[in-house]
């Protein structure tokens, strides 16, 4: 949630302004935001003076009860009336403050979805393999994708063989890494609350692509970083246990609503996927550095998997309302001649820490805390790139060397006989 107070500056203002927001919508908010505190006043008001005739009852002789009882009453008309004035408005400016983003900060290009800096690229752009990712995953015997549509519908897909033994690989190895950076290690829970939803920042603005159980008012997430954001909802977190930093492994669900015809072959966009997903607590004064941390772990994991790959800082009007700031990792697929997003890391602020309401506390009080979230492996995009990479020539998979130690020491995998 944004910050209301700071709402009516003008480089704050810009900044909400620059992601696509109405100024309809901010004037709107200012607006509604004035009106309550007017009413949060009279409220205060009316309830000091709601005591205060109360009081006076208590010591008014028989003759002047009445009369008492009766301005006490009319004090408490007046309070009610206040508080349902209150809340009306209470719930308007919550419910319009939960559409508009966080500001995109000062480093943050301009412009839409293909208008991002390209900030650094690493390898060559090698040319296509014999098979593309899905030909050769049919090939060895690692995706079936017809099975998996058969069973649960489009965008599922059964992975199995080598391919699973390199998907817990990955996910091993990414593991390793973040333990060893000072990562605790977490499975957290797939269904959430939408509460939780809510707080976590994915509603309502990304509602529609997540899959819902509404009888048991429980939803299936999209990234871990969901269930990581509830593990501090609500508390005081004293600053010298920050940052907190958790690697959570989940398998997640997306809708893809809005892709129908986009990424068909294979099993680069898909509705179930497993990942390791960064997310770290921060103080405010050091969430930036914090930011570049992620980014550098994320591109240190695809250096050591030898892919080419090149760093976007993603435009304004292109980052969800909860980045003030985010790179996206995108890495080079021989057989489109273009470079696809595999991971991404952001910076959200106190964005979501409001709605969660969780604070760091100091020497100097107490101040809503930053949270940040990056993706170290999403494992079938992952599959994909590797798949295309380390194609040989014969129509075997070479498995990358730093993997190797996960696998059990299997350095290749050739198609079934």
């Not at 979501?352 to 020497?363: C, H, I, M």
């Amino acid at each position: 949630m944004i910050d209301l107070k700071r709402l009516a500056e003008a480089d704050y203002r810009a900044g909400i302004e620059r992601k696509g927001a109405e100024p309809d919508l901010i004037d709107q908010l200012i607006s509604l935001s004035s009106r309550h505190h007017d009413l949060q006043l009279a409220v205060e008001d009316a309830r000091a003076r709601s005591n205060a005739v109360s009081k006076e009852i208590g010591k008014a002789s028989p003759e002047e009860r009445p009369a008492k009882i009766e301005a006490a009453g009319l004090v408490k008309a007046e309070l009610t009336a206040a508080e349902a004035d209150y809340t009306v408005v209470d719930d308007e400016m919550k419910a319009l403050a939960l559409q508009l983003p966080v500001p995109a900060d000062a480093s943050v290009p301009d412009g839409g979805e293909d208008e991002g800096t390209v900030v650094a690229t690493v390898g060559e752009q090698n040319a296509a393999p014999p098979m593309d990712h899905a030909d050769f995953g049919r090939h060895l015997g690692w995706v079936d994708n017809e099975l998996g549509a058969a069973v649960s519908g489009s965008r599922f897909a059964y992975i199995t063989r080598g391919a699973v033994q390199v998907e817990f690989a990955l996910v091993q190895y990414a593991l390793a890494k973040l333990v060893a950076r000072g990562f605790i290690p977490v499975v957290p829970p797939v269904l959430v609350r939408e509460q939780m939803m809510v707080d976590a920042g994915f509603f309502p603005t990304d509602e529609h692509q997540v899959y819902g159980i509404p009888e048991d008012d429980l939803y299936l997430v999209g990234t871990a970083e969901v269930p990581l954001a509830g593990m501090h909802r609500g508390d005081r977190i004293d600053e010298s246990m920050l940052p907190l930093r958790y690697a959570g492994f989940s398998s997640c669900f997306r809708r893809e609503a809005g892709t129908y015809g986009k990424d068909t072959r294979g099993i680069f966009r898909v509705h179930q996927f497993d990942k390791v997903e960064m997310f770290i607590w921060s103080h405010p004064d050091k969430s930036w550095d914090e930011h570049e941390l992620l980014l550098e772990i994320e591109r240190e994991i695809l250096d050591e998997l030898g892919l080419p790959y090149r760093v976007v800082n993603i435009a304004a009007g292109d980052l969800g309302n909860a980045a003030a700031k985010k790179y996206d990792c995108e890495v080079w697929l021989p057989s489109e001649g273009a470079y696809r997003e595999v991971t991404s890391c952001s910076n959200y602020l106190d964005y979501s820490a409001r709605r969660l309401d969780a604070r760091v506390k100091g020497e100097s009080g107490s101040q809503f805390a930053h949270t940040l979230n990056g993706t170290a492996i999403p494992v079938a995009r992952m599959l994909v790139f590797l798949m295309e990479h380390y194609q040989q020539a014969d129509g075997t998979f070479t498995v990358p060397e730093v993997l190797r130690p996960f696998t059990g020491g299997v350095a290749s995998f050739a198609p079934p006989a």
